[in-house]
């Protein structure tokens, strides 16, 4: 085999690494191609050993499914220094990346270091979809900008939209919002599964590594806070910064011989059997202690539009998910700064959550606005925006 031909065989097998999807197979191939202590760095990410290189390319295909890695240009080698350049290009389609490799081999041939250099990088995605393992999609919003970002996870039965007055102030003030539609809620794909919390934060884990988002800002409202604690207890919190819960309904719903203030399970089944009859109904007799006397009408009205769009099956699944879900061990898990704003007046998630998930998160930092309800995002959201930021930039 002549230097270029076994030159370009080697780029090949390399590459042929970054495109396999099979774990075993792509295990064997890091082995075969890279020395154990071997290094990987380029502007965007380092790895040493065949589990880091092995980690490493995952997470890249994770973000970039359905593409594939493929040689460009010639090889240039000189003793046991190799270059070579790459395009990333979907299955069919234009490139929407590429990049200049410089390694440095072993005598066997392996690689013992190899140093990236990205000569286009892939546009940043605006307003896309995350796909899923389970075949599922959830649909975000990204304000995009170079500043913190902050992700969102909306209450039961809404959307992302929700948290439009929120993106709107800390985007004005320089931070990178992104906002995603749980499944089976708003945009997402009508999933007819999946609405366990674990589940429910995994999809959240793969927001954040579909988009590599790091030092980022949580936030949560209502259910969303409970999606929240159990992310960092799955999934740790080595991409979080901070966390911020409005009006959780965390650490534990149900009545229990050691939580006997909660609600029995007789309750919470009678309310899902009145939602299988009437939803609407139901949602038009509780809306006024969601909001204060100064809500405007049209208000009100959007906000129950969108809990309405939510399919009866999919607002009964995850609700059940957290009120059978007791994240009183979860709470243990978060080691970051936390901040709690709950309202006084929230028949949704009285005060006394706040309290309890406040008191079992170490250093969290408790702020009861007095007369707000449930929907302090709006009913107190320059308020709640003035607190984030505060929060966010202290």
Not at 87 to 112: E, Q, V
Not at 306 to 322: F, S
């Amino acid at each position: 085999m002549s230097t270029t031909i076994e030159n370009l065989h080697l780029v090949d097998r390399y590459l042929a690494a970054w495109n396999e999807r099979d774990h075993a197979r792509r295990a064997q191939l890091i082995a075969a191609l890279f020395t154990p202590d071997a290094r990987y760095v380029d502007p965007l990410a380092a790895s040493e050993g065949h589990a880091g290189i092995d980690a490493m390319i995952r997470a890249v295909q994770a973000k970039f499914p359905a593409h594939v890695f493929a040689p460009r240009g010639a090889v240039d080698r000189h003793g046991l220094f190799l270059r070579f350049a790459w395009t990333l290009a979907p299955t069919s389609g234009a490139a929407i990346a590429g990049g200049t490799d410089f390694a440095t081999l072993a005598p066997d041939g392996r690689f013992t270091s190899v140093t990236g250099f990205l000569d286009a990088l892939p546009a940043r995605p605006r307003g896309s979809t995350v796909a899923l393992p389970d075949g599922e999609s959830l649909f975000y919003r990204d304000t995009g900008g170079d500043g913190p970002p902050v992700v969102f996870v909306h209450s039961w039965a809404l959307s992302s939209s929700m948290w439009q007055y929120q993106e709107y102030a800390l985007r004005a003030a320089g931070l990178r919002c992104i906002a995603y539609d749980r499944r089976g809620h708003g945009r997402s794909s009508p999933a007819t599964s999946g609405y366990e919390l674990d589940t429910m934060a995994d999809d959240l884990a793969a927001v954040l590594a579909h988009l590599d988002l790091r030092g980022a800002t949580l936030i949560g409202h209502s259910q969303g806070c409970a999606e929240l604690l159990r992310y960092v207890a799955r999934h740790g919190s080595s991409r979080v910064a901070r966390l911020a819960f409005l009006a959780p309904t965390t650490p534990v719903l149900r009545q229990l011989p050691d939580n006997p203030d909660g609600v029995p399970d007789a309750a919470f089944e009678a309310v899902w059997a009145t939602w299988a009859r009437d939803f609407p109904g139901w949602a038009a007799d509780n809306e006024a202690p969601f909001f204060v006397p100064e809500t405007s009408a049209a208000m009100r009205a959007w906000l129950v539009s969108e809990l309405l769009r939510t399919h009866v099956d999919v607002a009964i699944a995850t609700q059940r998910a957290v009120v059978f879900s007791d994240l009183r061990p979860d709470l243990a898990a978060i080691d970051r700064p936390t901040l709690i704003l709950h309202g006084d007046r929230d028949v949704s998630a009285p005060l006394a959550l706040g309290r309890r998930t406040a008191a079992g998160i170490a250093g969290a930092r408790l702020e009861v606005y007095t007369g707000a309800p449930h929907g302090l995002f709006v009913t107190h959201a320059d308020r709640v925006n003035r607190d984030l930021l505060e929060f966010i930039r202290g």
